[in-house]
């Protein structure tokens, strides 16, 4: 089963940077897509930003142009560039990925999270 874990939360002030790092436990094929969540007290997870198998990438609106989304595969790790923090940005980010669900029985894995605090 692979295992994600995320790392490079913390505690920021407004306008400050934070780079999340995702790393997979293993090698993961068929991925169909890897993507950063969040979730802020009593808020419903959303989605932050999402790059496909194929490099494409979406991000949501409240994040564009601040955040960035990349990968790299020989270090089975994805990374969340976020700058310009804002403290609506404050919630726990989680990492995400969904693969082959007629191959893989571990086709949408979580991590346990990361805490971001944007202080104003």
């Known amino acids: 089963q692979v295992q994600l874990v995320e790392s490079g939360g913390g505690l920021v002030q407004a306008g400050g940077s934070l780079r999340l790092s995702c790393a997979a436990s293993?090698?993961?094929?068929?991925?169909?897509?890897m993507g950063w969540y969040r979730q802020a007290p009593g808020k419903q997870r959303e989605l932050v930003a999402e790059?496909?198998?194929?490099?494409?990438?979406n991000y949501a609106d409240s994040v564009k142009g601040r955040f960035t989304i990349s990968g790299d595969n020989a270090k089975n790790t994805v990374y969340l560039q976020m700058n310009s923090l804002k403290p609506e940005d404050t919630a726990v980010y989680y990492c995400?990925?969904?693969?082959?669900?007629?191959?893989?029985?571990?086709?949408?894995?979580w991590g346990q999270g990361t805490q971001v605090t944007v202080s104003s």
């Open positions: 995400n990925m969904v693969r082959d669900s007629e191959i893989y029985s571990d086709y949408n894995v």
């Open positions: 293993k090698r993961i094929f068929s991925i169909n897509a």
């Open positions: 790059i496909t198998s194929g490099g494409s990438t």
